[in-house]
């Protein structure tokens, strides 16, 4: 059976295990489908092997996990609602530093840890610090929550400004 089938069948069988999965396919449907079957996580196989290695400790840790480039793909089959957005913010994100609005921005175009501390000549080690400042300051989950809900408040809050 192919990855997708194995991940829902697995996911069925075993509701308590995570499933990461190591692929080399990148199209859209494949990750839009492998994270409706249950997968916490999609990556490539071409990343290296310390990254893939914390990838695996973070989902253990009840995080999600997307290759850089997959958000992308997945947010582009995601309907937008025909909804005017929020008038108001949500708690937090007044709160956020100019610095984590910079972090932010990226998650929300799908950049890793490593591709953000390069755009803003910061180390990856900050970079870190930032993504969880922003994941409590925000009360959000993880990266794929915090992209989502980028693409909607950044533009109230940057109207605001």
Request: charged share 25%; hydrophobic share 40%; with cysteine.
């Amino acid at each position: 059976m192919d990855g997708v089938t194995a991940t829902k069948v697995i996911c069925e069988r075993f509701p308590g295990v995570k499933v990461l999965v190591l692929t080399t396919f990148d199209e859209d449907e494949y990750v839009a489908e492998a994270l409706r079957c249950g997968a916490v996580g999609y990556l490539l196989k071409d990343m290296p092997s310390e990254e893939l290695a914390a990838a695996i400790r973070t989902v253990h840790k009840g995080y999600t996990q997307l290759g850089p480039k997959l958000l992308e793909k997945v947010l582009a089959k995601v309907p937008v609602p025909d909804r005017t957005p929020p008038a108001s913010l949500p708690p937090g994100w007044t709160d956020l530093t100019p610095r984590e609005r910079e972090v932010l921005r990226l998650i929300a175009k799908g950049a890793s840890n490593r591709e953000i501390a390069r755009e803003l000549y910061i180390s990856e080690g900050t970079v870190k610090n930032h993504v969880t400042n922003i994941l409590h300051r925000l009360n959000l989950r993880d990266r794929t929550q915090a992209a989502i809900a980028a693409n909607t408040f950044l533009p109230l809050l940057e109207e605001g400004e």
